[in-house]
T-cell receptor, first 113, second 113 residues
């Protein structure tokens, strides 16, 4: 398996624009997580899904952020409108069942100017 | 709410020195514990994990960690570090009630040749 695949790897956008980050989890995994990494706040959980259903979105910063998982092999994280403070590395991770580790993608480095 | 504290933010060692990175967590119930490593510019990779059983767990690349329940600690150790161990190390906890990781702030390890 190719692992968790995220796209794009890098994204530079202007403030106010819509940004969509994409994730393909490992085939067969039933949990998918979105994390954000910044210097100030470290690694934070934004949202996670189980069997395509959002379970906990308490980490989503505000209404500008939304995440979807239309099927077991694809998830998106959308920011609309984007702001400079959204600049961070966004990681997607997936895992299988309970008592297993999460496998992380390479991340998307987002810069909002 | 669960939280993780990593007391060492930046550690500098010479090759062959011994390593111990501290990790303490706060959670009232049963936990799963992890150490992840992030090499420069790369994604997070699992070093080792503890779910139950022997509190001394061995991971990849010669790393080990000991779970001390009474101290709420899960310290990472390596008897002899190498230059290639230069990376950032994250302790993480997963409470049984929430299927997602809470990360510590990370420890940046720099190994000098």
């Amino acid at each position: 398996d190719a692992g968790v695949i995220q796209s794009p790897r890098h994204e530079v956008t202007e403030m106010g624009q819509e940004v969509t980050l994409r994730c393909k989890p490992i085939s067969g995994h039933d949990y998918l997580f979105w994390y954000r990494q910044t210097m100030m706040r470290g690694l934070e959980l934004l949202i996670y899904f189980n069997n395509n259903v959002p379970i906990d979105d308490s980490g989503m910063p505000e209404d500008r952020f939304s995440a979807k998982m239309p099927n077991a092999s694809f998830s998106t994280l959308k920011i609309q409108p984007s702001e400079p403070r959204d600049s961070a590395v966004y990681f997607c991770a997936s895992s299988l069942g309970r008592h297993t580790e999460a496998f992380f993608g390479q991340g998307t480095r987002l810069t909002v100017v | 709410a669960q939280s993780v504290s990593q007391h060492n933010h930046h550690v500098i060692l010479s090759e062959a020195a011994s390593l111990e990175l501290g990790c303490n967590y706060s959670y009232g119930g049963t936990v799963n514990l992890f150490w992840y490593v992030q090499y420069p510019g790369q994604h997070l990779q699992l070093l080792l994990k503890y779910f139950s059983g022997d509190p001394l767990v061995k991971g990849i690349k010669g790393f080990e960690a000991e779970f001390i329940k009474s101290k709420f600690s899960f310290n990472l150790r390596k008897p002899s570090v190498q230059w290639s161990d230069t990376a950032e190390y994250f302790c993480a906890v997963e409470g049984t009630g929430r299927r997602a990781l809470t990360f510590g702030s990370g420890t940046r390890l720099q190994v000098q040749p």
